[in-house]
């Protein structure tokens, strides 16, 4: 088969069915599977905790797409995030990007911190900061990248943190939400695991909830799965099959997204009331350079903030009307919210906190002038 991802997307994981021909795979509901004798097992399945033929078929499709060896489905994305935390110890330490998914934050200082996982944070795209915590007398045990991040879209060289990590002995995780792996492939650039919430881009269309995580070691893939059935925190089969429709439109619909959110994004830097445009495609961007070599595209995410403070980016987020105010990202409409508030709103006390006048907007695959059309409807209402 090709290499080509948009072919690859359409068609992994996704043959045919060879009993009926059925071009899309059926759905396999059953919780338990008949044995051929005790132990006897047909295709490997057993109960539908350990595995089920649709899920398989999704870890076999994202396994593909990332270029990796092993895939694991999951509940949700926390699910994915939790069931990677597993793979450290009691006392190890934990090192985060300054700018995560406050879901990813709250899951390591609130309840891992019980348990005696250390985290600490320090801005990724700072190599020197990077290598002096890496050779520190307790250095972390895994490194946690999000790029680009959420909310303030920074973009952090994956090959240069992975290769310090790995001299350290730490473990380098990429959560590739935003990004997706048909713009970028942290396996490929030194990560050991890559994780995506599938309820954003690879889903796509705001109607399913799952995680997804995938490896190219034989030894975390083992232990990850091991994980995986004790803990249970697996997705149904119907909701595999929705992130399985979802990855077969995924390029065409990053491609449309994505150059959607420069248009606004070069609209946005121009536009009087917005004091600072967080896009890793704008000409001036600071990592213009190893975007272009990191990434395809872009991305579709970005963010900015109002000169008029939070006040005015309230009134701004409730006049659109396009762009719905909601949670979460990455589906074919565009939403738009105000992280401090919603989705960061448990990282307000600490380094992580981020400014109460940032608004954040997951750009759809609307048309482009209808977009901008409803963001300067929302500025004039807001009085920007």
């Not at 995560?100 to 985290?119: C, M, N, P, Q, S």
């Not at 070069?266 to 445009?277: D, I, K, M, N, T």
């Amino acid at each position: 088969m090709t290499d080509r991802f948009e072919t690859l997307a359409v068609h992994a994981g996704a043959a045919p069915d060879p009993e009926t021909g059925a071009v899309v795979p059926p759905i396999q509901m059953s919780t338990t599977f008949k044995q051929d004798g005790v132990g006897g097992l047909r295709g490997g399945f057993e109960y539908g905790r350990s595995g089920n033929p649709t899920r398989k078929a999704l870890e076999e499709a994202i396994c593909v797409l990332e270029n990796g060896a092993h895939g694991l489905a999951y509940a949700s994305g926390l699910a994915a995030t939790q069931n990677i935390l597993y793979l450290l110890e009691p006392g190890d330490r934990l090192l985060m990007s300054d700018d995560v998914y406050g879901g990813t934050w709250r899951l390591a200082d609130k309840v891992w911190r019980r348990y005696g996982i250390e985290t600490d944070t320090i801005d990724l795209r700072d190599l020197d900061a990077v290598a002096t915590t890496l050779s520190s007398a307790k250095p972390p045990r895994m490194v946690w990248i999000e790029t680009p991040s959420n909310p303030l879209l920074k973009v952090i060289d994956i090959s240069a943190v992975a290769r310090l990590a790995a001299v350290a002995g730490a473990i380098t995780v990429v959560d590739n939400t935003f990004a997706t792996p048909y713009l970028q492939r942290p396996l490929e650039l030194g990560a050991d695991l890559v994780l995506h919430s599938a309820t954003k881009y690879l889903g796509g269309h705001s109607d399913v909830i799952g995680g997804l995580v995938v490896t190219r070691s034989d030894e975390l893939a083992e232990r990850l799965r091991f994980h995986q059935n004790a803990a249970g925190a697996v997705p149904s089969p119907f909701d595999c099959f929705l992130v399985m429709r979802g990855l077969r439109t995924l390029a065409v619909r990053m491609e449309r997204a994505c150059a959607n959110a420069l248009v606004l994004a070069l609209w946005l830097s121009e536009r009087p009331g917005v004091a600072a445009v967080h896009y890793p495609g704008l000409p001036d961007h600071p990592a213009a350079e190893l975007v272009e070599r990191q990434m395809r595209l872009p991305g579709a995410m970005l963010s900015f903030e109002m000169s008029g403070g939070e006040e005015a980016a309230r009134r701004f987020a409730a006049a659109t009307r396009l762009f719905t105010l909601a949670e979460s990202l990455g589906a074919v409409e565009s939403l738009i919210e105000l992280p401090a508030p919603m989705t960061h709103a448990s990282v307000a006390e600490s380094a992580l906190a981020v400014s109460p006048s940032l608004v954040r907007l997951s750009v759809g695959i609307e048309n482009a002038g209808d977009l901008q059309s409803d963001l300067e409807a929302a500025f004039r209402s807001a009085g920007s």
